[in-house]
């Protein structure tokens, strides 16, 4: 059964003291992930059920890692025509950021076009586009070539300003925030990426911290937004579609946390 997007609205608190002084910022009440259930508990995720902490963490590694398919960068191309086909138009790709429908013809490097975004930027860690994380098919995503650019390698956070064309993402020096939209995914995918590379295959031990500005360390910001953005913005019928997509026809493996949300929490 495929997911439905829900919105979480956020609260505002009034400050007062003898005297009223005005508004505080609005704060975010989003709900944890609740419990799920699926067709693969019994089997490709047998061994991870009940666990939590760096035991569960230790476990969805080993499952994740276990018997993947490997693809090259060029052939990302035509594996995001499918994984990222829009529901509405089979002819166009979604676009990460933007929510764009954009055709998928128009991959390439000019202004226009769609190109393959590394969510957890490739000099994080230092990957590039070899084979395994510079290629891994559950973080690299359609997206608008400017706003690509914009993102750059930057870490995820709130606040900024608007992003042109960027669907109401945003961007400041030293973050980025994507639309709300997308919040949650990118949330999962930055995450999926630090279970997968734990540095026992040759590529760097990718983690999650909660700063900004990491450079070229292993290391993707902030962590305490990405899960506020991962209860905020729960798995939609396209994450569940594309996660799908990835494990039958492609990569063989799964983003645990698209078919179990509450185990961001229960790991972080």
Not at 68 to 95: C, E, H, R
Request: aromatic residues 8%; negative net charge; charged residues 20%.
């Amino acid at each position: 059964m495929l997911a439905t997007r829900i919105r979480r609205g956020k609260s505002v608190a009034l400050a007062t003291a003898a005297v009223l002084v005005g508004l505080t910022a609005s704060t975010l009440t989003a709900t944890p992930a609740a419990a799920t259930t699926t067709a693969y508990d019994s089997t490709y995720y047998k061994n991870a059920v009940g666990k939590t902490g760096t035991s569960l963490k230790s476990s969805l590694h080993t499952i994740i890692s276990a018997n993947v398919t490997k693809i090259s960068y060029s052939a990302v191309w035509n594996a995001l025509k499918v994984t990222d086909q829009d529901p509405n138009n089979s002819s166009n790709v979604l676009l990460l950021y933007s929510g764009v429908s954009r055709s998928k013809s128009l991959n390439g490097g000019d202004v226009g076009d769609w190109n393959r975004e590394h969510t957890w930027a490739k000099s994080h860690g230092d990957f590039g586009e070899a084979i395994g994380p510079g290629t891994d098919l559950h973080h690299l995503r359609a997206c608008d070539v400017q706003v690509n650019s914009t993102r750059g390698n930057l870490d995820f956070d709130n606040g900024g300003s608007t992003v042109t064309n960027g669907g109401g993402s945003l961007v400041d020096s030293n973050s980025f925030e994507p639309r709300d939209a997308d919040k949650g995914d990118v949330a999962r995918m930055i995450l999926y990426m630090a279970v997968r590379y734990e540095g026992d295959d040759g590529w760097p031990n990718l983690e999650p911290n909660d700063s900004v500005g990491n450079g070229s360390n292993p290391y993707m910001g902030r962590l305490s937004v990405l899960k506020a953005w991962n209860d905020e913005d729960p798995p939609s019928a396209f994450e569940e579609k594309r996660n799908q997509a990835i494990y039958d026809t492609y990569q063989h493996n799964r983003n645990p946390f698209i078919d179990h949300p509450e185990w961001v929490e229960a790991i972080w």
